[in-house]
């Protein structure tokens, strides 16, 4: 494209140039008839530009070179989206080229997500309209006091109560709960009359909400509920087991850490079998996505676990420190002779290979445990 040499000031745009001459306004590069005329102000928003003469505006789209057949008061944007008043009306101006319109007197609500918005609603009759940012789409009517999207294709409504309805206004669970709240990605708390229960939008199953506390999602297949004490549930919101467990913890694809009278365990789900038990305490070497490491007490007594690769280190040492990194251990393990009054410590590497052992007297070794710690 070429630029005329003159006195003017050019911004350069997605679809051309924006020159200033004499305090106003043209648009080069996109279209003869916008570059044979002058304006106030120009301002391109995506797929639209406003265009204000005299206090007045006229909207051009870029996709069709062409101008709506409208004149504005005013125009602004919000999330994205263009916003023009005329006469008695509210025009939508969406990137994907549709226009909507509302009357003034039906005031227009952007729809709360995790994300960017991509649903408005605004009354329709005795109503609320639906509609959807990118194809302009009315998607439903429903009557509610609140909105709010929670992902899934589901909307949370709020009339008195709460419930879930679809994209297509459909009822997905009553509007009978006094709070529902997404839980991690894949479910949705629900509480009723002071009790706990759990959606699971990916099966359309409904735990009731008959637990005292939130319920806890373990993995894919089982759930964790509380009846004065802990204790797991299928999807199909069957229980397996006792609800007598103090705490639960996640472990791996079989197992959880489960905590009762006082003690840890790693406990099978399905088969209700204890794997290892007498677990006083507990402390990470490394706890992420790909492996939970645990040096553990067992009473007198330090091993190491893996949730991966199982047990490490036997608890049968005295002490246990990593001398390492989370991702490379060096574990120093200690055993007290105390009728010879000496240390024995032993160096294991990562998955507790023996590296090093090493014997010291009382006072050499209170000066490398120091120094390790």
């Not at 279209?31 to 301002?43: A, C, M, N, P, V």
């Not at 199953?205 to 993995?219: A, F, T």
């Not at 070497?285 to 553990?296: F, H, K, Q, S």
């Not at 055993?335 to 010291?360: P, S």
């Amino acid at each position: 494209y070429d630029l005329p040499l003159d006195r003017q000031a050019l911004t350069k745009t997605s679809f051309g140039f924006i020159r200033k001459k004499y305090q106003s306004y043209s648009v080069l590069g996109l279209s003869d008839d916008l570059e044979k005329e002058t304006y106030d102000q120009i301002l391109p928003y995506g797929n639209w530009i406003a265009l204000r003469k005299s206090n007045q505006y006229q909207i051009f789209r870029q996709d069709t070179k062409k101008f709506v057949p409208l004149t504005a008061d005013s125009v602004w944007l919000n999330n994205r989206v263009v916003f023009a008043n005329s006469a008695d009306s509210i025009h939508v101006f969406l990137q994907s080229g549709k226009r909507l319109a509302f009357s003034k007197l039906a005031p227009i609500h952007f729809i709360k997500s995790a994300d960017s918005a991509q649903f408005i609603y605004s009354p329709d009759a005795k109503k609320n309209g639906v509609y959807e940012l990118v194809s302009g789409r009315q998607l439903f009517s429903f009557d509610f006091d609140g909105i709010e999207y929670l992902s899934n294709d589901l909307f949370l409504v709020t009339k008195g109560k709460k419930g879930l309805i679809n994209l297509d206004g459909k009822i997905v669970l009553p509007l009978e709960y006094d709070v529902i709240m997404r839980n991690g990605k894949q479910f949705i708390t629900v509480l009723k009359d002071k009790k706990f229960g759990l959606y699971h939008p990916g099966t359309q199953k409904l735990i009731k909400p008959e637990y005292d506390r939130n319920v806890l999602s373990i993995d894919d297949r089982w759930l964790a509920g509380y009846k004065n004490g802990y204790g797991f549930i299928s999807l199909d919101s069957k229980p397996l087991g006792q609800f007598d467990f103090e705490e639960i913890r996640p472990w791996n694809d079989s197992c959880v850490l489960v905590k009762k009278n006082f003690q840890w365990m790693i406990y099978e789900v399905q088969r209700q079998q204890v794997r290892i038990s007498g677990i006083k305490d507990y402390s990470f070497v490394r706890n992420d996505d790909e492996e939970t490491i645990a040096i553990v007490n067992q009473g007198l007594f330090f091993g190491v676990l893996s949730n991966r690769r199982g047990v490490i280190l036997e608890a049968t040492f005295d002490d246990i420190i990593n001398l390492g990194s989370p991702d490379k251990p060096l574990y120093f393990a200690e055993k007290h002779v105390e009728e010879a009054g000496i240390h024995v410590v032993i160096y294991y590497d990562q998955d507790g290979k023996f590296l090093r052992r090493q014997v010291y007297d009382m006072d050499e070794y209170e000066k490398i445990y120091c120094d390790s710690k």
